[in-house]
């Protein structure tokens, strides 16, 4: 077990790294450590709720642990080459960057103009870190399951949520990047005022 701990002992060391450096960019962005009640949580299953993306886990840990399958194939397919260690922290990077990315103003407020996320105030630095977490998770499922199994998750997880919430990572980019207002009113379904 010791032996264990020391080979791999530099891949700790990077992960809390980049957890470290990913929670000092969003405290100084202004980003909360818990959320606007000031207390840890682990779960908020109401994406309309205040405390959506300010706990450990909600019902968009789905879609960070798909970034995390996703990662590892492309990673796969840009760098297979590279010892899996590498990969590995490639896709904690790429998904840190996520995370401070999508906690900027500028996705911050394109969330509050196309989606239904009209109140949108960020992720808490809990929450961030949770979802870097969870894509490592993402990307060692699809290390250990054959491609079959991990296509078939990312499937299940996708309708899951659209089914559960009416969103899901799909849903997200294309919201985010050609924002269509029959997508829009369809999620809205029952939570927003009518117009």
Not at 16 to 22: F, K, P
Not at 186 to 195: E, I, K, N, R, Y
Request: no cysteine.
């Amino acid at each position: 077990m010791i032996d264990k701990m020391k080979k791999y002992k530099w891949i700790i060391v990077a992960v809390v790294v980049i957890l470290a450096v990913t929670a000092a960019v969003e405290f100084s962005m202004g980003r909360l450590p818990w959320g606007p009640d000031g207390k840890p949580g682990l779960w908020e299953a109401d994406v309309w709720s205040s405390e959506q993306s300010q706990r450990f886990a909600d019902p968009y840990t789905f879609s960070h642990i798909i970034h995390g399958m996703l990662f590892y194939a492309f990673l796969w397919l840009v760098a297979r080459r590279l010892p899996l260690k590498y990969r590995f922290i490639g896709a904690l990077l790429l998904e840190a960057g996520w995370e401070i990315l999508e906690n900027s103003p500028l996705i911050i407020n394109r969330y509050r103009e196309v989606t239904i996320s009209l109140g949108y105030v960020g992720d808490s630095v809990f929450n961030s870190l949770s979802d870097v977490f969870m894509a490592g998770f993402g990307f060692y499922l699809a290390y250990k399951f054959p491609v079959w199994l991990t296509v078939v998750l990312i499937i299940a997880m996708e309708l899951g949520t659209l089914f559960w919430v009416r969103d899901n990572l799909a849903l997200n980019v294309i919201m985010l990047l050609y924002p269509l207002e029959a997508i829009k009113a369809w999620q809205s379904v029952g939570h927003l005022p009518a117009p």
